[in-house]
Nanobody, 124 residues
């Protein structure tokens, strides 16, 4: 069994930064790609960013490119989403997820374990 626990969410103002962390426990972490998704009220969950098993390949949704950075530390079983220049439209619950393999994946169906989510609220 895999457990994913997100932390770092909060209420910030537009232009501020937040650092989300996801701590993984259970099965081997280092051989799987990891992703971040988000869901705003009344909207479907959307892909935000993903990183491959080694940390050498990343992918971002267009709306966060240049502002968000995903990284991982396989020695600490953690994945981080650094969010800069936050906008009100970034407001959502952010979820960490583990992919079924080591390759960067965009579709949520590729992810088999999910965290409980952490709320990010950006005021204007």
């Amino acid at each position: 069994q895999v457990q994913l626990v997100e932390s770092g969410g909060g209420l910030v103002q537009a232009g501020d930064s937040l650092r989300l962390s996801c701590a993984a426990s259970g099965q081997t972490f280092s051989t799987y790609a990891m992703g971040w998704f988000r869901q705003a009220p009344g909207k479907e969950r959307e892909f935000v960013a993903a990183i491959d098993w080694l940390g050498g390949s990343t992918y971002y949704v267009n709306s966060v490119k240049g502002r968000f950075t995903i990284s991982r530390d396989n020695a600490k079983n953690t994945v981080v989403l650094q969010m800069n220049s936050l906008k009100p439209e970034d407001t959502a619950v952010y979820y960490c997820a583990r992919s079924r393999d080591g390759t960067v994946r965009l579709g949520s169906s590729w992810y088999d374990y999910w965290g409980q989510g952490t709320q990010v609220t950006v005021s204007s």
